[in-house]
């Protein structure tokens, strides 16, 4: 065994130099406070925070509904499969073997022995087709077989399977927060297209209003029919709003149907408005504990810890593997004596396979697993720098809007006060039409854009659950663990 390993290994490499996974996280967010901060309980809690109750109920139906979600809780019970069909070699395995022969041996295969081949030939010529023997064989017997793990090849395979049965978890609570962030937004949306449609009609009543005015100054001679087509200008953009906003209006509740796992035809919203919902306050925290709290971070780090078995698994495949087998039952001839003593057979068989040259092939695959580890090391690093630039993002974007909202108000509520001292300048024939337009124009574009920012603002507030991960914390991927852990030991049968 000693002659065959040496003869296996000579010529390859089996070190190993392991990448580091991840840098340490900063101590602070350049947008927080450096203070740590309890996380979110739940999903529930932090929609909660909205004071909207049809949000909530649509977010409870998306979490209950949606399709997405329900493909992610199958990947698990795939998983948890795949963990089991790789744990099998642990284990000894048992089968029952019977056997039941009934076969015919002719007369031409024994007759003429000893004779010459002419002699023979002759015999087999002359002997009658029933002069052929008839025998039966019966066998009643268990056959067992084990691989010792003396270098640990299955309890490898073994373990990265479970990791990834603990990394589908972790997915699945990445797949609920992507889509309660989608159901989120589309519901935001509907609300700022409603909201927007509301403004668009009062400016195309009050574009006609000005309009109709005009007409009337016109038949008088108090306007110019110059006057007249740009007010119309004005009027009629913003009539061709309208289209683009119910086409959002419909499309985008269409969508919040389809992420409730409902048909469009059946999903209806009675929202208002989006100003009537509260924007939540959260604390970030700090950078390691988003990090813990990320569960794609947690997903990509038991992909690379599983990764690194697979590695294990491959440098022991180039050592000696030992497989006992074993068969006890009963063979006879005749069926009535296979319950006597004498039909009892048994064999033990202990057999030791090496590799002595394949073609470079296990180097091949130890090399193959080894670039994989690499890659998982990059892509966990890169999930790691990607939950901090989440966060600090959504910091960004929630100070920046609330600063844009604050300053859009007051330019509408300047604007406003512009038009509605245009409008009394037009009754008392003292302005021209070009600086009314003018004044129409920037409070109905600012007007518009109020809304955008509004929106842009609940957005970020979305972006934000999702960097903090969703109400996902180290408790919750304790409570996955051990769910993965009470599916691995469910259904073994009598082993221990």
């Known amino acids: 065994m000693a002659l065959c390993a040496t003869l296996t290994l000579a010529g390859c490499d089996l070190t190993w130099e392991k990448p580091e996974a991840a840098a340490p996280p900063p101590e602070r967010f350049r947008a927080a406070a450096p203070k740590s901060a309890p996380s979110l309980h739940s999903t529930h809690e932090f929609v909660?925070?909205?004071?909207?109750?049809?949000?909530?109920?649509?977010?409870?139906?998306?979490?209950?509904?949606?399709?997405?979600?329900?493909?992610?809780?199958?990947?698990?019970?795939?998983?948890?499969?795949?963990?089991?069909?790789?744990?099998?070699?642990?284990?000894?395995?048992?089968?029952n073997v019977n056997n039941f022969e009934r076969f015919q041996t002719p007369s031409?295969?024994?007759?003429?022995?000893?004779?010459?081949?002419?002699?023979?030939?002759?015999?087999?010529?002359?002997?009658?087709?029933?002069?052929?023997?008839?025998?039966?064989?019966?066998s009643l017997g268990l056959n067992a077989s084990y691989t010792l793990d003396i270098w640990g090849v299955n309890q490898d395979a073994s373990a990265a399977s479970?990791?990834?049965?603990?990394?589908?978890?972790?997915n699945r609570k990445v797949v609920e927060i992507a889509t309660v962030a989608s159901a989120l937004n589309a519901y935001f949306a509907v609300l700022n297209a409603q909201d927007q449609l509301r403004i668009v009609?009062?400016?195309?009543?009050?574009?006609?209003?000005?309009?109709?005015?005009?007409?009337?100054?016109?038949?008088?001679?108090?306007?110019?029919?110059?006057?007249?087509?740009?007010?119309?200008?004005?009027?009629?953009?913003?009539?061709?709003?309208?289209?683009?906003?119910?086409?959002?209006?419909?499309?985008?509740?269409?969508?919040?149907?389809?992420?409730?796992?409902?048909?469009?035809?059946?999903?209806?919203?009675?929202g208002t408005t989006l100003k009537s919902l509260r924007f939540p306050k959260i604390e970030p925290g700090l950078p390691s504990e988003v990090l813990l709290r990320r569960p794609d971070v947690a997903e990509a780090e038991a992909k690379l810890a599983s990764q690194e078995f697979s590695v294990l698994q491959a440098r022991a495949a180039f050592f000696p593997q030992i497989q006992l087998t074993g068969q006890y039952g009963v063979e006879s001839v005749v069926w009535r004596n296979l319950a006597t003593p004498q039909a009892i057979a048994w064999q033990v068989l202990a057999m030791t396979t090496q590799p002595l040259f394949d073609g470079w092939s296990l180097q091949g695959q130890y090399e193959l697993q080894k670039g994989k580890y690499s890659e998982f090391a990059a892509n966990y690093r890169k999930q790691a720098l990607t939950a901090l630039s989440d966060a600090e993002n959504a910091l960004i974007a929630i100070a920046q809007t609330q600063r844009h909202l604050?300053?859009?108000?007051?330019?509408?509520?300047?604007?406003?006060?512009?038009?509605?001292?245009?409008?009394?300048?037009?009754?008392?024939?003292?302005?021209?039409?070009?600086?009314l337009a003018t004044n129409e124009t920037a409070f109905f574009q600012g007007q518009l854009l109020l809304e955008q920012v509004r929106l842009e603002r609940f957005r970020a507030a979305t972006t934000f659950y999702q960097a903090l991960g969703g109400g996902w914390s180290p408790t919750t991927r304790e409570v996955e663990i051990a769910h993965a852990d009470a599916a691995y030991q469910a259904d073994r049968g009598p082993w221990p």
Not at 51 to 67: C, F, K, Q, Y
Not at 79 to 90: I, N
Not at 111 to 137: D, F, I, L, M
Not at 162 to 170: D, G, K, V, Y
């Open 201 to 270: 009609n009062e400016n195309v009543r009050i574009a006609g209003h000005v309009l109709t005015a005009l007409r009337a100054r016109r038949e008088v001679g108090l306007a110019t029919v110059l006057d007249v087509a740009q007010q119309e200008t004005v009027y009629d953009t913003q009539l061709a709003m309208i289209p683009p906003l119910q086409q959002t209006l419909a499309q985008q509740s269409n969508l919040l149907a389809v992420l409730l796992g409902q048909t469009p035809e059946s999903f209806s919203i009675q």
């Open 48 to 95: 909660e925070r909205f004071r909207s109750p049809e949000l909530t109920r649509v977010i409870d139906e998306a979490l209950a509904g949606n399709n997405d979600i329900a493909a992610a809780v199958a990947r698990i019970t795939q998983a948890d499969a795949q963990a089991r069909v790789s744990s099998a070699p642990l284990f000894p395995s048992l089968s």
């Open 162 to 170: 479970r990791l990834l049965a603990n990394a589908s978890r972790f």
């Open 108 to 138: 031409t295969v024994y007759g003429g022995v000893g004779a010459t081949g002419g002699q023979a030939a002759a015999a087999a010529a002359s002997s009658s087709p029933y002069s052929a023997t008839q025998s039966s064989y019966f």
């Open 406 to 435: 604050n300053l859009q108000e007051d330019s509408v509520a300047a604007a406003r006060r512009a038009l509605t001292a245009a409008q009394a300048r037009l009754s008392e024939g003292t302005i021209d039409i070009v600086t």
